[in-house]
């Protein structure tokens, strides 16, 4: 009964239900303009809350956290702009879809399952909190790189109708993300001697330009074009469409949970594996993955949502961040006098559950403002070419110098975007040089820890592997998705198909 109590403090205060209300509301609009990441944003607050009560500082805090992972999508889809790198999957579909006039639609889809995600992950973290941090605890480093290279071997689903040119893309994304120093030695790597490149070349910077700039130098092409009318009939998905899609949310829920509750992984890396899942399952989409496939929004939008309830059970459980924003979160709990790990369930329960009552009404909030202004928004994209072509090199380039404040990181911005160009224009597809650069740091220093932990002996990685169930699970796991996207599989999966054999 207490529990209960303590959930509903935020429902029941007017002051905590309008800072939920407000964050929620800014996190929306921050985490559409690309560079301005949630991440920075919570940071900034801790300078600003630092003198309120806890309660109210994490009402705000963690509207914002929700918000701004839900609104990505937005740039994602009408601009194929991601405004975080949780929506890298969103724009592959639902760009597509907005070019065919139903950005509307695309939008109204994601915010419902955004909310059946996040509900999800909710549910979760109140009901098995302790259950999936002992779980996300058995995680060796071992555990971690084969997570990496699982991730990586995605790039089969990204790469469109060409391995090759995917393979290839993902291998310039690991490359380009291990630039810099050596997170472990702190030797230099790929520098060439200048110090402007020991920090590495900003993510943010290279997203931005890859799908930002380079779809505005495509966009150049067809510049004396009209531009597609939107169709806004309906934006909130019928019972039937939600009823379609709730099988799959479920599924990709459960990875954005999981996947969110490890330490250093996030809702990015769970969209993208979500995304790859939903082309796994589904056997026969109404249109083709990559060409406006809802299933390629209803996979990505559930999971990296579900991520958010995911992240905080590692923190309020045991102290240990699941993702950048909550690292920042734990540092404002110790600020205002917290404990956050095994003692805070202990000692200051209340906590926990009042931080779970914040953050189902944010995702309620999430809903209600994600299903607001759509009809505003989707004019973006009926906007004369040149005017909106301007319009997406102004929020690349603020995006890009918003990061780090560094011109350095506009000029790298630029060079990928001509860079992102040409690759469009040989067939190449982005989305695995971005998963390259994602997974680049996890798998260098999981790989450079686990085979310290082994003492360089490579058999007694392999052994560790073979015996520990976990490991044994993820290695089966790499080696079939490994089989799957070889050609002779391909092939022979081809024949077996219906089509095939009439």
């Known amino acids: 009964m207490q529990a209960l109590e303590y959930f509903l403090i935020p429902w029941l205060d007017l002051k905590l239900l309008f800072l939920v209300a407000a964050g929620t509301f800014a996190g929306v609009y921050v985490g559409a303009i690309p560079g301005l990441s949630v991440t920075m944003a919570v940071s900034i607050l801790i300078g600003f809350t630092f003198t309120w009560d806890v309660n109210s500082a994490l009402c705000l805090m963690v509207g914002i956290f929700m918000g701004g992972v839900y609104g990505g999508s937005r740039t994602a889809i009408l601009l194929n702009i991601p405004g975080a790198p949780s929506a890298i999957a969103t724009a592959m579909d639902g760009y597509p879809m907005a070019q065919k006039g139903l950005a509307g639609e695309a939008i109204g889809l994601t915010t419902v399952m955004s909310f059946i995600g996040g509900l999800i992950g909710i549910i979760v973290l109140a009901v098995a909190a302790p259950t999936v941090s002992d779980f996300a605890l058995t995680f060796q480093p071992r555990d971690f790189m084969l997570l990496a290279v699982l991730g990586i071997l995605l790039v089969g689903s990204l790469s469109g109708e060409s391995l090759v040119k995917g393979i290839f893309a993902g291998a310039l994304g690991l490359l380009i993300g291990t630039v810099g120093l050596d997170p472990l030695t702190a030797e230099e790597r790929l520098t060439f001697g200048f110090t402007g490149l020991w920090g590495g070349i900003s993510f943010i910077a290279v997203m931005i330009g890859m799908f930002g700039v380079s779809e505005a130098l495509l966009q150049l092409h067809h510049v004396d074009k009209t531009t597609v009318k939107q169709t806004i009939r309906r934006i909130v998905p019928d019972w039937v469409s939600v009823r379609r899609y709730l099988p799959l949310s479920l599924q990709t829920s459960g990875i954005g949970v999981i996947i969110g509750a490890l330490p250093g992984t996030g809702g990015d890396i769970a969209a993208l594996m979500a995304y790859d899942h939903a082309k796994r399952v589904t056997r026969n989409p109404e249109v083709p993955f990559g060409q406006g496939a809802k299933e390629g929004l209803v996979a990505p939008e559930t999971a990296n949502n579900a991520a958010v309830g995911g992240a905080f059970i590692p923190m309020l459980t045991l102290g240990i961040p699941g993702d950048a924003v909550t690292a920042i979160m734990i540092g404002a709990l110790y600020i205002h006098g917290l404990n956050p790990g095994p ?46 072509i301007p319009l997406i090199l102004l929020l690349s380039i603020v995006g890009a110098y918003a990061v780090n404040n560094s011109i350095n990181d506009v000029y790298w911005m630029l060079g990928f975007g001509v860079l992102g160009y040409f690759m469009k224009s040989y067939g190449y597809q982005l989305g695995p040089v971005i998963l390259g650069v994602i997974l680049s740091r996890l798998l260098d220093e999981n790989w450079r820890r686990a085979i310290i932990s082994e003492q360089g002996s490579l058999s007694g990685l392999f052994k560790g592997m073979l015996t520990s169930p976990l490991s044994l699970v993820l290695l089966t796991m790499v080696v079939l998705i490994f089989i799957s996207q070889t050609p002779i599989w391909r092939g022979i999966r081809r024949r077996l198909k219906p089509e095939s054999r009439s």
């Open 343 to 388: 003692m805070l369930m202990v000692e200051q329960p209340h906590m926990f559950w009042f931080i779970t009552g914040a953050l189902m009404l944010a995702n309620i909030f999430m809903l209600i403002f994600g299903l607001t202004g759509i009809r505003i928004f989707t004019k973006i994209v009926e906007m004369p070419r040149t005017v909106l």
